[in-house]
């Protein structure tokens, strides 16, 4: 629509450049193509047209041609609507958007759920990773940055005719796992969501929260979380029972979350399901000399190729890191739905990782390591500095959402329009998601 009325007003300035060029000179000539700009303030406009190139040509001072162009155009009657105005070297034009808004309305309206769409990427298979949740603990304003940008891209790339495949890794093992479930242990007395009425990944997260106070009293909590994610790895009964108790709690909490959210998948993948299959992979990788093993027992890759250093994969007790099952993750990806591309949504300090994964996937003999992409973004701080959900320092996602919802009930109540929509709850969340998904979005 704006591309539309954009070229609607080039051609206009074009043809009356070439009028007023033909009464200067009394020839017609070629005049270059008008370029078109958007203005650095909104006060000065919309669009913009520079009349440098004109200058010598015409033997006018670019800010009197531009003057002499807004008089000739003004004197139309069947000028678009639209304010004309002379900035300096420029003609800008300020576009009546509320035309625009009730032509694109109508438009919408016409095409109802096919508004926007083409067929460009018909054909393509697309694999699209965002949320990636830790089950110890539950969602932040973090990670609801990330699902607005994975929805909203997977939206845009259907629009253009790809078949997409929304996933979600689960991060439910490791020494992050252990730490809340070490604190619970020590400290949690048998405590559920039940007989605390504490939503189950909030009850989780509470205990992520108190090992953090804990390990700053005791230097030996962060070893004991160690050992603890070896006996996991081993399968001791009552370590795996208890994982299996807490990421249940944890998992039905985000359920609840993504429904309210408004966010869905495609498939979800748990990386205790797939970091065995990428730590075989890395084994294999030694095996045919594509990674070393240091004295100390861990396995690392040299990363000269891509002018980093080197890179742990194995560490040095045989346990697996984030690198080791996004590797076996990736290739099980590929293996259930071969795909064209696979983008990952993640923030920009994951940059380095993906670096190396790809890299990594490259050296195990994998083609399509060409076709992953890291969509990369800005992080959302707070005033203070970066959330920390070890201490607690956190937008919460549930909170934040429901926050939202009342501030917009309210609204409505106290405009009187309740009986303007059928459902007012329903109303006032729809309007809170519309709003923080907006917010979200409007910065990279």
């Known amino acids: 629509m ?25 020839v017609d000539v070629a005049l270059p193509p008008l370029a078109v700009q958007t203005p650095p303030k909104p006060e000065l406009g919309d669009l913009a047209f520079p009349l440098f190139a004109y200058a010598k040509t015409l033997r006018t001072a670019p800010p009197l041609l531009a003057q002499e162009l807004k008089n000739r155009i003004e004197a139309l009657s069947d000028r678009p609507s639209g304010v004309l105005l002379v900035a300096g070297p420029y003609l800008n034009v300020r576009i009546d958007m509320s035309e625009i808004a009730t032509a694109l309305q109508q438009k919408i309206a016409q095409d109802g759920q096919h508004y926007g769409t083409n067929s460009s990427m018909e054909g393509k298979r697309v694999t699209i990773e965002f949320s990636c949740p830790n089950t110890n603990k539950p969602l932040h304003l973090g990670h609801m940055r990330n699902d607005s940008l994975g929805e909203s891209v997977a939206a845009l790339l259907k629009a253009n005719g790809a078949t997409v495949r929304k996933v979600n890794l689960i991060n439910n093992r490791g020494v992050h796992i252990c730490k809340s479930m070490l604190a619970y242990q020590k400290f949690g007395n048998g405590e559920t969501p039940q007989s605390s009425n504490i939503k189950g990944d909030h009850l989780v997260g509470k205990y992520y929260v108190k090992f953090a106070q804990w390990a700053k009293e005791d230097p030996s909590a962060e070893e004991q979380a160690q050992q603890m994610l070896v006996k996991w790895e081993q399968g001791d009964e009552k370590t795996i029972a208890l994982w299996k108790l807490m990421n249940g709690w944890t998992l039905d909490g985000l359920a609840e979350s ?10 979800y993948y748990y990386e205790s399901e797939t970091y065995r299959f990428g730590k075989d992979e890395i084994l294999k990788g030694l095996e045919d000399g594509v990674f070393y093993r240091e004295e100390d027992g861990s396995v690392w890759v040299d990363l000269e190729a891509i002018k980093l250093d080197k890179k742990v994969l194995l560490r040095k007790d045989g346990t697996s890191l984030y690198m080791t099952q996004d590797v076996g993750t990736a290739i099980m990806r590929h293996k259930d739905w071969p795909f064209d591309s696979l983008i990952y949504v993640v923030a920009s300090e994951q940059q380095y990782h993906f670096r190396v994964l790809f890299h990594v996937l490259d050296l195990l003999g994998y083609s399509w390591a060409k076709d992953l992409h890291h969509l990369s973004y800005g992080m959302v701080n707070l005033p203070e500095g970066k959330m920390k959900s070890r201490e607690g320092t956190v937008v919460d996602a549930d ?3 429901e926050t939202l919802t009342e501030l917009a009930r309210n609204e409505i109540r106290e405009k009187e329009r309740e009986e303007l929509v059928d459902d007012v709850d329903k109303t006032s969340h729809s309007i809170a998601l519309g709003a923080l998904n907006y917010y979200l979005l409007q910065v990279t």
């Open 2 to 26: 704006l591309k539309a009325v954009r070229e609607t007003w080039k051609t206009l300035i074009e043809e009356q450049l070439a009028l007023y060029a033909k009464s200067v000179l009394e």
């Open 258 to 267: 993504y429904k309210r959210m408004g966010i869905s998948f495609d498939a």
């Open 399 to 401: 909170e934040l959402v």
